[in-house]
Protein backbone atom coordinates (compact mmCIF):
# COMPACT_ATOMS: atom_id res chain seq x y z
CA UNK A 1 0.00 0.00 0.00
CA UNK A 2 1.07 3.25 -0.40
CA UNK A 3 0.35 6.55 1.71
CA UNK A 4 -0.82 9.53 -0.53
CA UNK A 5 -1.39 12.20 1.01
CA UNK A 6 -3.80 15.46 -0.14
CA UNK A 7 -3.07 19.15 0.15
CA UNK A 8 -4.84 22.07 -0.61
CA UNK A 9 -2.25 25.50 -0.87
CA UNK A 10 -3.60 28.45 -1.73
CA UNK A 11 -1.92 31.03 -3.95
CA UNK A 12 -3.77 34.22 -2.91
CA UNK A 13 -2.13 36.68 0.02
CA UNK A 14 -4.29 37.54 2.77
CA UNK A 15 -6.00 41.09 2.38
CA UNK A 16 -4.35 42.74 4.80
CA UNK A 17 -0.80 41.13 3.67
CA UNK A 18 -1.45 42.97 0.40
CA UNK A 19 -2.20 46.04 2.22
CA UNK A 20 0.65 45.92 4.33
CA UNK A 21 3.05 45.62 1.03
CA UNK A 22 1.35 48.53 -0.85
CA UNK A 23 1.68 50.22 2.21
CA UNK A 24 5.45 50.26 2.26
CA UNK A 25 5.96 50.76 -1.28
CA UNK A 26 3.49 53.44 -1.40
CA UNK A 27 2.57 53.15 -5.50
CA UNK A 28 1.41 55.95 -7.08
CA UNK A 29 -0.81 53.92 -8.91
CA UNK A 30 -3.03 50.98 -8.18
CA UNK A 31 -4.39 48.86 -10.88
CA UNK A 32 -6.73 45.84 -9.26
CA UNK A 33 -7.39 43.19 -12.16
CA UNK A 34 -7.95 39.77 -10.39
CA UNK A 35 -10.33 39.37 -7.24
CA UNK A 36 -14.21 38.97 -6.71
CA UNK A 37 -16.02 42.10 -6.48
CA UNK A 38 -16.43 42.18 -2.50
CA UNK A 39 -12.51 41.60 -1.89
CA UNK A 40 -11.66 44.39 -4.78
CA UNK A 41 -13.86 46.80 -2.75
CA UNK A 42 -12.31 46.61 0.05
CA UNK A 43 -8.53 46.52 -1.08
CA UNK A 44 -9.79 50.03 -3.13
CA UNK A 45 -11.07 51.24 0.60
CA UNK A 46 -8.22 49.97 2.43
CA UNK A 47 -4.80 50.41 0.37
CA UNK A 48 -2.74 52.76 -1.07
CA UNK A 49 -3.87 56.01 0.54
CA UNK A 50 -2.48 59.15 -1.79
CA UNK A 51 -2.45 56.68 -4.63
CA UNK A 52 -4.49 57.00 -8.16
CA UNK A 53 -6.59 53.74 -7.80
CA UNK A 54 -8.05 51.81 -11.26
CA UNK A 55 -10.42 48.92 -11.44
CA UNK A 56 -10.99 48.29 -14.98
CA UNK A 57 -13.23 46.45 -16.66
CA UNK A 58 -12.41 43.61 -19.11
CA UNK A 59 -11.17 45.56 -22.28
CA UNK A 60 -10.67 48.99 -20.50
CA UNK A 61 -7.51 50.65 -21.07
CA UNK A 62 -5.88 52.89 -17.97
CA UNK A 63 -4.33 55.90 -18.66
CA UNK A 64 -1.78 56.42 -15.99
CA UNK A 65 0.00 59.70 -14.96
Known amino acids: ?3 IGSYH ?4 APRQALSRVIDKLQPRNLIF ?13 HTGDGA ?7 GET ?3 D
Not at 9 to 12: Q, T
Request: net charge negative; proline share 10%.
Open 1 to 3: TEN
Open 9 to 12: FSAH
Open 33 to 45: VHGDPPAVEWMHH
Open 52 to 58: AKHNPQI
Open 62 to 64: VYL
